[in-house]
């Protein structure tokens, strides 16, 4: 399976950003998606997950109310949308596929991951 992010610049805080994930070489709809992010310095943090079907999805507190995670099963395809951007979300952001179902913040049951996408938000 092959994953590829796009989406990210640099926006203002306060601003938005979608980031898309194509994936490819794959049953998408076999696994579950997350998101993750990691600052200069910082380890590999969890963002959001989604389920294969789309309908149960699960947050980092950290992002909980601003960013929504989403998926359309037609185009092989999960969004991130990042709404009332700040300065700390600064990142580069991945996406990856899970091993199956399981709808989880451990990025050690993401099988495949994307090459990332930088999002800058300046204050």
């Known amino acids: 399976v092959q994953l590829q992010a796009s989406g990210g610049g640099l926006v203002q805080a306060g601003g938005s950003l979608r980031l898309s994930c194509a994936t490819s070489?794959?049953?998408?709809?076999?696994?579950?998606t997350g998101w993750f992010r990691q600052a200069p310095g910082k380890e590999r943090e969890f963002v959001a997950a989604?389920?294969?079907?789309?309908?149960?999805?699960t947050y980092a507190d950290s992002v909980k109310g601003r960013f929504t995670i989403s998926r359309d099963n037609a185009k092989n395809t999960v969004y991130l949308q990042q709404n009332s951007l700040k300065p700390e979300d600064t990142a580069v952001y991945y996406c990856?596929?899970?091993?199956?179902?399981?709808?989880?913040?451990?990025?050690?049951?993401?099988?495949?991951w994307g090459q990332g996408t930088q999002v800058t938000v300046s204050s």
């Open positions: 990856a596929a899970a091993r199956g179902y399981l709808v989880t913040a451990r990025a050690s049951e993401y099988a495949y």
């Open positions: 070489g794959g049953t998408f709809t076999n696994y579950a």
């Open positions: 989604i389920s294969r079907g789309g309908g149960s999805a």
